[in-house]
């Protein structure tokens, strides 16, 4: 695997992506699973997943070395280390792996390639105002971007009840490479976050940290 970028966010949060250049029978060897990551593995079908679920295993474990905690669901499917204090956040897509960890604070993040169909699904994500935002000079960078920033905020709440159109909200950036704000607002919880966003060989990267805001 290829470590594309290693950032240093601030002294307690960092991330990192990697480019998977290996096949699913180079992977396997390089992490011993243990028995519970063993069965979940071998229940998937397509190479393509096994091929990200290993790489982001692989990832994490190469960021803390040398120590190593298991990687564990919650019930609502978000990860964590087990017997860490540390938060994490996983995202993959096509050959890409990115995790981002902290020591302090809940974060998300989401990589997405810019594609021409993000544009048929629009409406499923975006609330009519923040469809109005859009530059159609620009969209589907703003879209993509839009898509990650609300992946991310899903990522970093961590529950299952958010409506991404309704209950997601977001000050719609002219593009990448900057800082914007999202707001999740359900029932009695009203917060606001900071985003930040990156665009890197075509794809876009955006992450969250709850400790910015």
């Known amino acids: 695997m290829a470590e594309l970028i290693r950032k240093n ?16 029978e180079e992977l396997y060897p390089a ?6 990551e063993e069965i979940l593995y071998r229940s998937f079908v397509a190479e393509s ?19 190593d905690f298991p990687v564990e669901y919650d019930q609502t499917g978000k990860p964590f280390l087990t017997g860490s204090g540390f938060h994490i956040s996983v995202t993959h897509t096509e050959d890409l792996a990115a995790v981002i960890i902290s020591r302090n604070a809940s974060v998300g993040i989401d990589i997405e390639k810019i594609k021409p169909r993000i544009i048929k699904v629009k409406d499923k994500f975006l609330h009519e105002e923040e469809l109005s935002l859009i530059n159609k000079d620009d969209e589907l960078e703003q879209l993509t971007l839009a898509w990650c920033a609300k992946e991310a905020l899903y990522k970093m709440y961590g529950l299952r009840n958010l409506d ?11 593009g990448a490479g900057t800082v914007f704000k999202g707001f ?18 075509g794809f876009i990267l955006v992450y969250s940290i709850d400790a910015l805001i």
């Open 9 to 24: 966010i601030n002294e307690d949060t960092l991330y990192a992506i990697w480019q998977i250049t290996e096949s699913v």
């Open 31 to 36: 992490i011993k699973l243990r028995e519970n």
């Open 49 to 67: 997943r096994k091929k990200q679920w290993l790489a982001y295993r692989i990832l994490i474990r190469e960021l803390l070395k040398p120590v």
């Open 164 to 174: 991404f159109r309704e209950n997601i909200r977001l000050e719609i950036p002219v």
């Open 184 to 201: 999740i607002h359900v029932e009695d919880i009203h917060k606001e976050y900071h985003l930040i966003s990156e665009k890197i060989d």
